[in-house]
Protein backbone atom coordinates (compact mmCIF):
# COMPACT_ATOMS: atom_id res chain seq x y z
CA UNK A 1 0.00 0.00 0.00
CA UNK A 2 1.51 3.40 -0.68
CA UNK A 3 1.29 6.58 0.52
CA UNK A 4 -0.69 9.04 -0.47
CA UNK A 5 0.60 11.95 -2.94
CA UNK A 6 -1.27 14.49 -0.82
CA UNK A 7 0.63 13.79 1.74
CA UNK A 8 3.90 14.52 0.15
CA UNK A 9 2.15 18.18 -1.26
CA UNK A 10 1.03 18.84 1.93
CA UNK A 11 4.33 18.15 3.62
CA UNK A 12 6.13 20.18 1.24
CA UNK A 13 4.35 22.86 1.48
CA UNK A 14 3.61 23.00 5.38
CA UNK A 15 7.54 21.63 6.24
CA UNK A 16 9.33 23.49 2.75
CA UNK A 17 11.92 25.84 4.34
CA UNK A 18 12.59 22.12 6.82
CA UNK A 19 12.98 19.76 3.69
CA UNK A 20 14.57 21.71 1.55
CA UNK A 21 17.24 21.99 3.99
CA UNK A 22 17.18 18.27 5.21
CA UNK A 23 16.82 17.38 1.22
CA UNK A 24 20.02 18.84 0.51
CA UNK A 25 22.03 17.26 3.64
CA UNK A 26 20.72 13.83 2.59
CA UNK A 27 22.35 14.67 -1.01
CA UNK A 28 25.11 15.32 0.40
CA UNK A 29 25.34 13.39 3.50
CA UNK A 30 28.51 15.11 5.21
CA UNK A 31 28.64 12.49 8.03
CA UNK A 32 29.27 9.73 6.08
CA UNK A 33 29.74 8.30 2.51
CA UNK A 34 26.57 6.82 1.22
CA UNK A 35 24.69 5.20 -1.10
CA UNK A 36 20.54 4.64 -1.86
CA UNK A 37 19.80 2.18 -3.86
CA UNK A 38 16.06 1.98 -5.20
CA UNK A 39 15.75 -0.72 -7.37
CA UNK A 40 14.10 -3.32 -4.33
CA UNK A 41 11.66 -5.63 -6.24
CA UNK A 42 9.18 -4.31 -3.98
CA UNK A 43 10.34 -0.48 -4.86
CA UNK A 44 11.49 -0.36 -1.41
CA UNK A 45 15.27 1.05 -1.54
CA UNK A 46 17.84 -1.00 0.06
CA UNK A 47 19.44 0.06 3.33
CA UNK A 48 21.49 2.72 3.38
CA UNK A 49 25.46 1.59 3.41
CA UNK A 50 28.50 3.12 5.08
CA UNK A 51 31.48 2.59 3.39
CA UNK A 52 34.33 0.89 5.19
CA UNK A 53 32.23 0.74 8.20
CA UNK A 54 30.39 -2.54 9.30
CA UNK A 55 26.71 -2.61 10.45
CA UNK A 56 24.15 0.10 9.41
CA UNK A 57 22.94 2.96 11.44
CA UNK A 58 19.35 2.12 11.76
CA UNK A 59 16.65 0.00 13.72
CA UNK A 60 16.67 -2.55 11.62
CA UNK A 61 18.13 -3.56 8.18
CA UNK A 62 15.67 -3.24 5.95
CA UNK A 63 13.03 -0.04 5.31
CA UNK A 64 9.88 -1.29 6.97
CA UNK A 65 6.19 0.06 7.11
CA UNK A 66 5.03 2.08 10.02
CA UNK A 67 3.21 5.65 10.82
CA UNK A 68 4.43 9.14 11.35
CA UNK A 69 2.22 11.49 13.73
CA UNK A 70 3.48 14.99 13.46
CA UNK A 71 3.57 17.43 15.98
CA UNK A 72 0.43 19.34 14.27
CA UNK A 73 -1.77 15.90 14.50
CA UNK A 74 -1.21 15.18 11.13
CA UNK A 75 -0.77 11.45 10.66
CA UNK A 76 0.58 9.36 7.95
CA UNK A 77 -0.17 5.60 7.99
CA UNK A 78 1.35 2.27 6.15
CA UNK A 79 4.44 4.65 4.47
CA UNK A 80 8.10 2.62 3.95
CA UNK A 81 10.49 4.34 6.81
CA UNK A 82 13.59 3.84 9.03
CA UNK A 83 14.71 5.57 12.11
CA UNK A 84 18.26 6.37 11.95
CA UNK A 85 19.72 6.12 15.53
CA UNK A 86 23.19 7.94 14.64
CA UNK A 87 21.31 11.12 13.64
CA UNK A 88 17.71 10.43 15.31
CA UNK A 89 16.28 11.23 11.93
CA UNK A 90 13.45 9.70 10.43
CA UNK A 91 13.76 8.64 6.64
CA UNK A 92 10.90 7.95 4.83
CA UNK A 93 10.12 6.96 0.96
CA UNK A 94 7.50 8.76 -0.99
CA UNK A 95 5.23 8.06 -3.68
CA UNK A 96 7.98 8.57 -6.35
CA UNK A 97 10.33 6.48 -4.78
CA UNK A 98 12.74 8.94 -3.39
CA UNK A 99 13.96 9.64 0.45
CA UNK A 100 12.80 12.60 2.55
CA UNK A 101 14.13 12.95 5.97
CA UNK A 102 12.84 14.31 9.14
CA UNK A 103 13.82 15.05 12.64
CA UNK A 104 12.21 14.84 15.70
CA UNK A 105 11.33 18.67 15.88
CA UNK A 106 8.22 17.67 13.80
CA UNK A 107 7.43 14.42 14.52
CA UNK A 108 5.79 13.45 18.02
CA UNK A 109 6.06 9.44 17.45
CA UNK A 110 6.81 6.72 14.86
CA UNK A 111 5.20 3.11 14.62
CA UNK A 112 7.14 0.69 12.87
CA UNK A 113 5.97 -3.27 12.03
CA UNK A 114 8.29 -5.89 12.84
CA UNK A 115 6.93 -8.90 9.85
CA UNK A 116 10.17 -10.84 10.36
CA UNK A 117 8.92 -12.40 13.11
CA UNK A 118 6.03 -15.29 13.79
CA UNK A 119 4.43 -12.34 15.16
CA UNK A 120 3.87 -8.97 13.61
CA UNK A 121 5.71 -6.92 16.82
CA UNK A 122 4.75 -2.84 16.42
CA UNK A 123 7.78 -0.73 17.44
CA UNK A 124 6.71 3.05 18.78
CA UNK A 125 9.22 5.60 18.81
CA UNK A 126 8.12 8.62 20.46
CA UNK A 127 9.84 12.35 21.32
CA UNK A 128 9.53 15.18 23.86
CA UNK A 129 10.75 13.54 27.01
CA UNK A 130 12.19 15.88 29.33
CA UNK A 131 16.23 16.09 28.48
CA UNK A 132 18.31 14.06 30.65
CA UNK A 133 22.36 12.92 30.56
CA UNK A 134 22.94 13.79 27.34
CA UNK A 135 19.44 12.88 25.12
CA UNK A 136 17.75 16.15 23.87
CA UNK A 137 13.65 16.13 23.81
CA UNK A 138 13.61 15.80 19.91
CA UNK A 139 15.72 12.10 20.51
CA UNK A 140 13.32 9.09 19.90
CA UNK A 141 12.80 6.96 22.67
CA UNK A 142 11.43 3.23 22.16
CA UNK A 143 8.64 2.75 24.43
CA UNK A 144 8.40 -0.37 26.12
CA UNK A 145 5.31 0.13 28.57
CA UNK A 146 3.08 2.67 29.33
CA UNK A 147 1.06 3.89 32.37
CA UNK A 148 1.29 5.36 35.79
CA UNK A 149 5.31 4.64 35.45
CA UNK A 150 6.37 4.68 31.88
CA UNK A 151 9.33 2.55 30.96
CA UNK A 152 11.33 3.58 28.04
CA UNK A 153 14.81 3.18 26.34
CA UNK A 154 16.98 5.59 24.37
CA UNK A 155 19.35 3.52 21.60
CA UNK A 156 22.08 5.37 19.93
CA UNK A 157 24.15 4.58 17.50
CA UNK A 158 27.82 5.55 17.09
CA UNK A 159 30.99 4.48 14.42
CA UNK A 160 33.64 2.53 16.61
CA UNK A 161 36.74 1.78 15.54
CA UNK A 162 38.64 -1.67 16.71
CA UNK A 163 41.61 -3.57 16.15
CA UNK A 164 41.46 -7.46 15.61
CA UNK A 165 44.09 -9.09 18.38
CA UNK A 166 44.91 -11.75 16.10
CA UNK A 167 45.23 -10.25 12.50
CA UNK A 168 45.76 -6.60 13.38
CA UNK A 169 42.98 -5.26 11.22
CA UNK A 170 41.54 -2.40 11.55
CA UNK A 171 37.43 -2.58 11.73
CA UNK A 172 34.95 0.14 11.80
CA UNK A 173 31.34 -0.80 13.00
CA UNK A 174 28.15 0.81 14.38
CA UNK A 175 28.11 0.24 17.68
CA UNK A 176 24.49 0.12 19.73
CA UNK A 177 24.80 2.00 22.90
CA UNK A 178 20.82 1.28 25.03
CA UNK A 179 20.08 3.08 27.97
CA UNK A 180 16.50 2.22 30.30
CA UNK A 181 14.76 5.33 31.83
CA UNK A 182 11.17 5.02 33.57
CA UNK A 183 8.99 8.40 34.11
CA UNK A 184 6.71 8.80 36.78
CA UNK A 185 4.42 12.12 37.93
CA UNK A 186 6.40 13.85 34.56
CA UNK A 187 9.65 13.59 36.23
CA UNK A 188 12.48 11.04 33.76
CA UNK A 189 14.92 9.53 35.88
CA UNK A 190 17.73 6.21 34.71
CA UNK A 191 16.56 2.91 35.73
CA UNK A 192 18.54 0.70 37.74
CA UNK A 193 18.29 -3.26 36.94
CA UNK A 194 18.07 -4.73 39.87
CA UNK A 195 15.37 -5.95 42.10
CA UNK A 196 15.48 -2.91 45.29
CA UNK A 197 15.29 -0.29 43.18
CA UNK A 198 12.41 -1.21 40.85
CA UNK A 199 10.75 -2.15 44.65
CA UNK A 200 11.29 1.31 45.83
CA UNK A 201 9.86 3.19 42.64
CA UNK A 202 7.03 0.57 42.59
CA UNK A 203 6.57 1.17 46.45
CA UNK A 204 2.78 1.54 46.54
CA UNK A 205 2.13 -2.16 45.04
CA UNK A 206 5.27 -3.24 47.11
CA UNK A 207 3.61 -6.15 48.04
CA UNK A 208 1.69 -7.47 44.82
CA UNK A 209 5.17 -6.31 42.56
CA UNK A 210 6.98 -8.85 45.04
CA UNK A 211 4.87 -11.50 45.38
CA UNK A 212 5.16 -11.23 41.39
CA UNK A 213 9.09 -11.38 41.16
CA UNK A 214 8.87 -14.49 43.26
CA UNK A 215 6.59 -16.54 41.46
CA UNK A 216 8.06 -15.14 38.19
CA UNK A 217 11.61 -15.64 38.50
CA UNK A 218 13.89 -13.96 35.88
CA UNK A 219 16.80 -11.58 35.27
CA UNK A 220 16.38 -7.82 35.98
CA UNK A 221 18.63 -7.48 33.53
CA UNK A 222 16.53 -8.85 30.76
CA UNK A 223 14.37 -6.71 29.04
CA UNK A 224 11.25 -8.53 28.38
CA UNK A 225 11.40 -9.44 31.78
CA UNK A 226 11.46 -5.83 32.91
CA UNK A 227 8.70 -5.45 30.23
CA UNK A 228 6.21 -7.55 31.70
CA UNK A 229 7.19 -6.75 35.06
CA UNK A 230 6.01 -2.94 34.21
CA UNK A 231 2.82 -4.53 32.55
CA UNK A 232 1.91 -5.92 35.43
CA UNK A 233 2.63 -2.79 37.49
CA UNK A 234 0.59 -0.63 35.20
CA UNK A 235 -2.58 -2.99 35.00
CA UNK A 236 -3.14 -3.43 38.71
Known amino acids: MFIRVNFILWLCCYYSIALVAQTQQMRSIAKFDTQYTLTD ?31 NGKVTNSIPLQLDLVSHQVHFV ?34 GFPAIDKHKENEFYHVLSEGRIMLIKSMNKSIETNKNEFSGEIVKEFALKE ?41 FKNEEYLINLFMYYNSN
Open 94 to 127: SATKEIGIMNGDFIKQISISDTNQLVVRDYIFRT
Open 41 to 71: ANGLPFNRSVLGVEGFPYVFADFKYGNIHLR
Open 179 to 219: DYYFIADGVIKRLKKDKDFLLNIMSDKRVKINEYMNLNKGS
